[in-house]
């Protein structure tokens, strides 16, 4: 009889998202180790890695704890969850960490002795399932769309989103703004909103984008970036990104060294623990640099199949599940980690301009993993709750 329970137990819980975050773990193990040993400048190798090792296991129990809840549970403490974290985000204002506020520009950490933590991460995750419970609710009470019910959902999406993006910027933190804006994407685009209103909104999102960067490489236009409140360091990350060499002895240089590391890496790498470059903060932002000098062209399109394995089983799961609510939690987290991905690795390449965020699994920082690995949480509960329980056949 127990036998027969843990099989179906088994059937239930998706290996082929578990595997690729298993290995992307270990792929995070050996490229901090390399990014620690080679880094005069950075903490003690046992410390590093034994931190990321201890953030892994809680993260491991965050998902065995996740998967485990109920979808009706997940509904009723949503609420609960955003404006739990509004509320410390918004202390977060007030108490965080001055020493790297002071080094990154960025009120964004809270210090809790020697150990510091991001809630904008979990903040990522509560904010998904704000948006897909409002989106559910109101594809559940509309039965029959309009242009004026897609603007009123689009109303109600920005109800909940503008906060959120509000206390990001008062904490000086642009790449994550730019992660909460591509989960509100994702979400926007799988809603449900007619293709009249999204067409539009992206074409405009588009000439804004060009529009900027052009702006950016004439003086006039810099000039009225200044007074609609672009910072010096914003038109530095661009400069740097529009010519990584241009300024290698000040903001070029990270951005210039890491694509060294990579190109000197060729296509098999030199070899484990090798590191002839410097590049800074190497075990968190510029991580993939470690696997582009170690392992080269093989080992970077590696990390980057894995990546694309996840993808699709998280996009199978939300085709899969005949729950909307999960669907459009699971559209929410595809984006997160999509960005994430594209926006790291892009940096590192020199293809985008460098902006803090964090490469999924892999990257040095504990808020990071928990957060992800609570999405990857909810994404194995789809599975795992989709599944009738087993009944006990002696009753």
């Not at 970077?300 to 996840?310: D, E, M, Q, R």
């Amino acid at each position: 009889m127990e036998k027969k329970i843990k099989t179906s137990n088994d059937n239930r819980i998706d290996y082929g998202v578990i595997l690729p975050v298993f290995l992307l773990c270990l792929i995070g193990i050996l490229s901090i180790y390399v990014a620690l040993t080679h880094d005069p400048n950075g903490p003690s190798v046992t410390r590093g890695v034994g931190m990321q090792i201890i953030w892994y296991l809680v993260g491991a129990v965050a998902i065995a704890i996740v998967m485990r809840i109920n979808s009706k549970w997940i509904w009723k403490l949503t609420p609960y969850l955003y404006g739990l974290g509004l509320l410390v985000m918004g202390l977060l204002l007030r108490f965080y960490d001055q020493t790297l506020a002071a080094s990154t520009g960025s009120k964004n950490w809270f210090r809790f002795g020697s150990v510091t933590f991001q809630p904008a991460e979990l903040m990522k995750i509560a904010y998904i399932l704000m948006l897909a419970l409002i989106v559910t609710k109101h594809n559940t009470q509309v039965k029959v769309r309009t242009i004026k019910s897609d603007f009123w959902l689009i109303a109600k999406m920005l109800i909940i989103s503008i906060p959120v993006i509000a206390l990001v910027m008062a904490q000086k933190d642009f790449g994550t703004m730019l992660v909460f804006l591509a989960i509100f994407g994702g979400v926007f685009l799988m809603s449900g909103i007619s293709w009249k209103i999204i067409g539009p909104i992206f074409a405009l999102a588009f000439i804004v984008g060009a529009g900027t960067i052009f702006l950016v490489t004439t003086e006039s236009g810099r000039e009225f970036l200044y007074t609609v409140g672009f910072k010096s360091y914003q038109f530095a990350r661009i400069d740097s990104w529009l010519d990584p060499f241009h300024d290698t002895s000040g903001f070029s240089f990270q951005p210039a060294q890491g694509i060294l590391a990579i190109g000197t890496g060729g296509m098999f790498g030199k070899g484990f623990n090798v590191s002839n470059i410097y590049v800074p903060v190497r075990e968190s932002d510029m991580i993939f640099t470690v696997i582009g000098e170690n392992f080269g062209f093989i080992g970077g399109a590696f990390v980057i199949f894995l990546y694309f394995v996840l993808i699709y089983r998280m996009i199978r799961v939300c085709f899969d599940t005949n729950n909307e609510f999960y669907a459009y939690i699971a559209s929410g987290l595809i984006m997160m980690l999509l960005f994430h991905v594209f926006e790291n690795i892009g940096a590192n390449i020199g293809l985008l301009p460098l902006t803090g965020i964090p490469l999924p699994f892999i990257s040095q920082g504990g808020s990071s993993i928990l957060g992800n690995m609570i999405g990857i949480g909810l994404i194995l509960s789809m599975r795992y709750q989709n599944e009738a329980p087993v009944k006990n056949s002696r009753r």
